[in-house]
């Protein structure tokens, strides 16, 4: 029997056999929207009409799934397409979520405002704390414990082994969101998870060009649920992004491997100096996650966040003054970026108990020369 292929492998790998007619390495765009039929009802490979599969899009879903080490990939627009569409699967009016009290604005707008007006209720905890947790879940009436780790932007830990325990003492569904980490770094449903959900758009594209999100599932009844969803609703990823998708995860591994060991020199580099007051990082072992870190994942990724000692002008003043990290949204490309949350992926929770801190600014640390990247922030930063 054949050894089970390694990581690095399978994200070249899986679900990419060459183009049979051609013998072209890597496997075509099928940019059609409509697939003739052999006779009425009888399909050439299982298409009909791309909203209900294309193969390029195949070639992706094969491949999430293997990258997770779950049964099912599905392959959707953007990553909050790919969340809408689990919340539906699981949820109906009525019904509860807890999560966690520092996950990324659009998912806390998408589940508070989208949902809650439908009926869902939420219920927004420290997930660091298992008996927090514990006393939030609502037997029989919360559905979903929703788990983002390392959390957006304040680098939380939270215990996916130990968390999956508690939500299914309940009967509860355990989502994680693994898009700060990859696959390359942490598998989730290896630890319990129910459910991954990625934006592709970040780490998993890794070049800043493409939209996309995913679900990775292991239950078959729940992926069945998924996957008519999205034929019924369409919130499907086009075929060219599919495309950049698979190319991207091609060099995720050794991306990754870049992405951690800047993110650690600059997180070393800036702890201690007297115009920041926290250095959010779990490479960090003063980092109340760091241990946890290190046992559940590979590495400790590339993202960071600072707090200003000098409050909401020092941290914008230094957005606005870096020129290698440049002032954008989203995180998780080759390029470095720098992100004010509280004005940018965090202005809707404004407010609410995941209000962030108007003195953090949030870094997604790419692969450029770590020197280079360690001279942009110091010229930044207020005179020591």
Request: hydrophobic letters at 40%; a negative charge.
């Amino acid at each position: 029997m054949a050894r089970t292929q390694n990581f690095d492998t399978i994200a070249i790998h899986a679900g990419q056999d060459f183009d049979p007619t051609t013998g072209a390495v890597i496997p075509p765009i099928y940019q059609t929207s409509t697939y003739v039929q052999e006779s009425i009802g009888n399909l050439r490979g299982g298409y009909e009409y791309s909203r209900g599969g294309n193969p390029t899009r195949t070639v992706l879903e094969t491949l999430l799934a293997a990258l997770e080490g779950g049964k099912h990939g599905l392959s959707f627009a953007s990553g909050l397409a790919a969340e809408d569409t689990i919340l539906r699967a699981l949820l109906a009016p009525g019904d509860h979520i807890v999560l966690g009290n520092d996950v990324y604005g659009g998912t806390h707008r998408l589940i508070n405002k989208v949902h809650g007006a439908w009926g869902v209720r939420n219920t927004t905890v420290e997930m660091s704390d298992l008996t927090a947790v514990e006393r939030a879940i609502i037997p029989g009436e919360t559905k979903i414990l929703w788990v983002e780790t390392p959390s957006n932007p304040l680098m939380k830990i939270s215990d996916i082994a130990a968390l999956a325990e508690l939500g299914h003492r309940f009967g509860v569904t355990v989502i994680v969101d693994n898009t700060f980490a990859s696959p390359a770094l942490q598998h989730a449903l290896a630890f319990g998870a129910d459910v991954v959900v990625h934006s592709t758009t970040k780490y998993l594209g890794g070049h800043s060009d493409v939209l996309g999100g995913a679900l990775v599932i292991n239950d078959d009844a729940l992926a069945e649920k998924a996957q008519f969803l999205q034929f019924a609703a369409g919130p499907v990823s086009a075929p060219l992004d599919a495309w950049l998708t698979v190319r991207g995860i091609k060099t995720l591994s050794v991306r990754m491997d870049r992405h951690c060991s800047n993110a650690q020199a600059i997180a070393e580099h800036l702890q201690g100096h007297p115009a920041i007051d926290t250095v959010y990082y779990p490479g960090l072992p003063d980092h109340p996650g760091h241990d946890l870190a290190k046992k559940q994942m590979r590495g400790f990724g590339g993202m960071l966040s600072l707090a200003f000692a000098g409050g909401a002008p020092a941290a914008r003043a230094f957005a606005e003054s870096t020129h290698l990290f440049q002032l954008a949204e989203s995180l998780g490309g080759v390029e470095s970026l720098v992100n004010y949350p509280s004005e940018m992926t965090h202005a809707s929770v404004r407010g609410t108990e995941l209000e962030v801190p108007d003195n953090i600014i949030r870094l997604s640390v790419g692969i450029e020369d770590v020197a280079d990247l360690i001279d942009d922030v110091e010229q930044a930063l207020p005179a020591r």
